[in-house]
């Protein structure tokens, strides 16, 4: 993935998750921090308090190992993802971001019209979804820059 591309994604993640310092519940009651990043059993700061700070270097890293993991969960789903337009890689990692891959890959009809090349199509499949209802204006910004590619 081109470096500008990845940077752009990072403000698009950042718009969309939040950026916080310190560890927060997130909106399923789930110990967050960073941009949007889950804290897990295998996480430093699994068990420490809300408000607990978290520094800017360990927000960067555990940031590109997310990023890193959601650009290869959307390579394992859409083909040739690196010859997409643009906003379409910006719409599909965003989306393996915030889901995983295991519910990303629950958008099937939406996977296979991208790897199609039909946009609206898979535009359409993205309202056609519960996530779309519950992530707010992401949701109709990511349909937006799909529904144009």
Partial sequence: MKNELKEIIKEDLIKHEGFKDEIYLDT???????????????????????????????????????FATAVTDANALFLNLDSQPDQVQRVVVNMA??????????????????????????ANQMVDSRWYNQVGNRSVELENWMRNA
């Avoid at 897990?40 to 700070?53: A, I, K, N």
């Avoid at 629950?106 to 090349?117: H, R």
């Fill in 97 to 122: 971001f915030n889901l995983g891959r295991s519910r990303l890959g629950k958008f099937k009809k939406m996977i296979t019209a991208v790897n199609e090349g039909n946009y609206i199509e898979a």
């Fill in 28 to 66: 399923e009651g789930l110990a967050t921090f960073g941009i949007g990043h889950l804290v897990t059993e295998d996480d430093m700061e699994h068990g420490w308090p809300v408000g607990s700070p978290i520094t800017p270097e360990r927000i960067d890293n555990v940031f590109e190992e997310d």
